[in-house]
């Protein structure tokens, strides 16, 4: 490896600053391109839910849990990343549904607790509507989303990394069949390698090198309480809704993975959700909404990681998936040993661009 390559990241989202932090730590010159702030777009609109729950494929369970584990190794090379391991209380299947995910999970390790409604009363005291059937994963976490994405952003600048925010990718910039660089709206950086970290912007930058990302973009809602007394424990993945607590108190909700389809008219949907996940709580009256997002979730079409460098466009790497809280600390770590290395971990073959050529 050289410690001068040269790599832009475009995107200061989670899965862009995990990258650029584990290059600038493993010895490179880092450029962080974003036309938004800090944070990226999609991640503050993030319900920050670490897991490997249902509805994953060994593989990707295998890379989910080896992500939840990168979490406690980043967290202690970052000491104040705000990362809890609050565990989630899960009824959001039927019955039968909820114990098949329980045995096949159990049986790839996962810690699941079956829980009956006493015993989930105790675990979530303030939540009225509790099923007689319920999951409790103790390992599950969170991490705050935005302050999570600026602590691993500063931490790279004081390793090296030169971050500029507000400042589009125009182009990507060629020269002798490779990607060498980036145009911007301050003009053009020359980099060795270019990771396209940029969520839902991502195919537009990626289609001036002639590459098509199968990208979808579905919307999602999340409603965001006053800062509040504590009510919750953990995060609560019910049927209705999911909701969780914030680190300064605020409860947020969606009423699916990455919250709620905003509809024609997302004030509306929002007032409903909130109603909705207030009637759910226990000594909330004076429990009010501040604020709703609606965010556009980077999702390939399949569902499944887009992580690796670009067939046919040498000097370019991709990053681009839902579910970037969970997967950051892995891919960011593989990404960078990639990237400068040419080590591809076994864990990324599935997620590589090319399948959707198949």
């Known amino acids: ?176 069949g490779r990607v060498a660089g980036v145009d911007t709206s301050s003009g053009r950086i020359a980099a060795d390698e270019v990771v396209i970290a940029a969520g839902a912007g991502s195919p537009a930058i990626a289609a001036t090198a002639g590459l098509k990302l199968p990208i979808e973009t579905p919307p999602g809602l999340i409603v965001h309480s006053r800062p509040y007394e504590k009510l919750l424990n953990g995060l609560v993945i019910g049927d209705r809704l999911h909701m969780r607590q914030t680190a300064e108190g605020r409860i947020i909700a969606g009423s699916d993975f990455g919250g709620a389809d905003p509809g024609m008219d997302a004030e509306a949907t929002a007032r409903e959700l909130f109603a909705a996940m207030k009637s759910m709580l226990r000594g909330a009256d004076g429990l009010e909404l501040d604020f709703h997002t609606v965010g556009y979730r980077p999702t390939p079409i399949d569902g499944f990681p887009i992580i690796g460098r670009a067939q046919g466009v040498s000097g370019l790497y991709v990053a681009v998936m839902h579910s970037g809280i969970t997967l950051a600390p892995a891919v960011g770590l593989f990404a960078a040993r990639e990237i400068l290395d040419g080590e591809r971990d076994p864990l990324l073959e599935p997620y590589d661009l090319a399948r959707f050529a198949q």
């Open 1 to 176: 490896m050289s410690a001068a390559k040269q790599v832009i990241v475009v995107g200061a989202g989670i899965i862009g600053a995990s990258i650029a932090w584990h290059l600038a730590k493993a010895g490179a010159n880092v450029t962080i391109v974003a036309d938004s702030g800090a944070g990226g777009v999609a991640t503050p609109n993030s319900f920050a839910w670490i897991n490997a729950s249902w509805s994953n494929p060994e593989p990707y369970f295998r890379l989910r849990t080896r992500s939840m584990a990168e979490w406690t190794r980043l967290a202690q090379d970052l000491p104040g990343i705000p990362l809890t391991w609050c565990g989630g209380l899960c009824w959001d299947l039927p019955p039968a549904e909820l114990e098949a995910y329980a045995a096949e999970h159990s049986g790839w390790g996962y810690g699941i607790e079956r829980v009956d409604r006493a015993r989930a009363a105790r675990i979530e005291a303030n939540v009225t509507e509790l099923p007689d059937f319920a999951l409790h994963v103790p390992g599950e976490g969170v991490a705050e989303p935005v302050a999570a994405t600026q602590a691993l952003l500063a931490d790279a600048e004081l390793r090296g990394a030169r971050v500029m925010t507000g400042t589009a990718v125009t182009a990507l910039v060629q020269a002798n």
